[in-house]
């Protein structure tokens, strides 16, 4: 393997020959000790260039796996008493957003106070039971697909945040941050922004130009800090180089916007723009994983699949008695058995009464078997919409 340049001047490093080959394991830890990315020749006679890292190096990118834990967070209200607070929480986060959206529509001075204090709101229902904003980051409250993006992402990256134990002022620039990341489609022309199917290649380039949108919005705003612009600036980058605006990799994506593209990756596919099939909740599990080590730091994908749990919070689901349901809480030892509210009985009928199951619990049957979750549905299954469940 020819290495033709490095991430740094060749002067900062032992390296006599400014391109060489490596041959040895010693050359590999040299390399992994001064660079974080190198360019290979893949074909030196024709002078190829590709900007990518080495296996070694991209696994020397996980030596910081995960952020140090600060708090472990233990659920004070059951699902069923916190989504009470968490309504009316949400339709502050939600009116809010909207007021900032306006904002920027009219190019009027940026004030976030008011956002920022439902997303304080959010973090502390989120810090006692995160499955009942869980549940919520499954309703489409207006028909615009970037503010329901936007809003259900940053719900379910504080919840992942918390899994991590991350502080809540973490938590508050994690869910601000998100929010606010993609604010800078609205500069976008409306044939990029209401595009039906995929976009061009020309198209594309223009798309991806929101993130510039986006920071330059946000910079001078009073009360937006380097942590929140980080995940704006950096949440399209991938961890092997491949993301935009600027191709940065691994470590150098700041954490929290590593955190922030997981999140906005899982939520694209499972709930996508219209003319877009959504996946359910395996399929997508299963898509998020395939991308370790390559859109995503490893480490961080396994930490977020865990956050979200085998079933995970709004998701409908089958148990082996044909019955469909939404899963509403988690158990946090127990992935497999979750707590469902059942709203269609074997032969898909409307319950007349909306009863609530817990797997944990050891229900059985009529047939004195043990309840269990026999399969998952893509969202909108069978025209279930669990805003009609939530009285919002």
């Not at 995160?130 to 504080?158: E, G, R, W």
């Not at 869910?175 to 990029?192: A, Q, W």
């Not at 930490?303 to 148990?319: C, K, P, R, W």
Request: aromatic residues 8%; glycine residues 4%; proline residues 4%.
């Amino acid at each position: 393997m020819y290495v033709s340049r490095l991430d740094r001047p060749w002067t900062e490093t032992p390296f006599v020959f400014q391109g060489f080959s490596i041959k040895t394991d010693e050359d590999i830890e040299t390399l992994k000790k001064y660079c974080t990315f190198v360019f290979i020749d893949t074909e030196k006679d024709s002078a190829v260039e590709k900007r990518i890292p080495t296996r070694s190096l991209l696994n020397s990118l996980n030596a910081r796996v995960l952020p140090k834990r600060s708090k472990t967070y233990k659920i004070k209200n059951k699902v069923e008493s916190e989504i009470k607070f968490a309504k009316g929480s949400y339709r502050s986060l939600a009116y809010d957003f909207s007021l900032i959206s306006k904002q920027l529509l009219n190019n009027e001075k940026l004030n976030i106070n008011g956002l920022e204090k439902a997303v304080k709101s959010m973090v502390q229902s989120i810090a006692r039971n995160p499955d009942a904003y869980l549940l919520l980051s499954k309703l489409k409250l207006v028909d615009h697909h970037h503010f329901n993006h936007s809003l259900n992402s940053s719900i379910l990256t504080v919840s992942f945040g918390r899994y991590l134990g991350l502080n809540p002022k973490e938590l508050v620039n994690l869910g601000l941050g998100t929010l606010l990341c993609d604010v800078g489609v609205i500069k976008l022309p409306n044939e990029i922004i209401n595009a039906k199917g995929q976009l061009n290649g020309d198209q594309f380039e223009i798309y991806k130009s929101h993130v510039a949108h986006s920071f330059n919005m946000l910079q001078e705003a009073k009360g937006i800090n380097r942590e929140i612009l980080k995940i704006v600036q950096f949440h399209h980058e991938r961890h092997n180089g491949s993301g935009y605006p600027n191709q940065v990799l691994g470590l150098q994506i700041p954490i929290l916007a590593r955190m922030a593209s997981i999140v906005d990756y899982y939520q694209t596919i499972t709930a996508p723009p219209v003319n877009y099939r959504a996946l359910n909740t395996m399929d997508a599990i299963n898509n998020v994983n395939q991308c370790r080590d390559t859109k995503f730091q490893r480490e961080l994908v396994d930490a977020f699949v865990q956050s979200l749990g085998v079933f995970s919070t709004g998701s409908i689901v089958e148990i082996s008695t044909g019955e469909i349901g939404f899963v509403l809480a988690q158990h946090p030892t127990m992935k497999l058995r979750p707590k469902i509210m059942l709203v269609l009985d074997k032969n898909k009928k409307s319950l007349g009464h909306l009863p609530i199951i817990d797997l944990n619990l050891e229900e059985i049957d009529s047939s004195n078997q043990f309840l269990k979750v026999s399969k998952t549905h893509q969202p909108n299954a069978f025209k279930l919409d669990i805003s009609n469940y939530l009285d919002i």
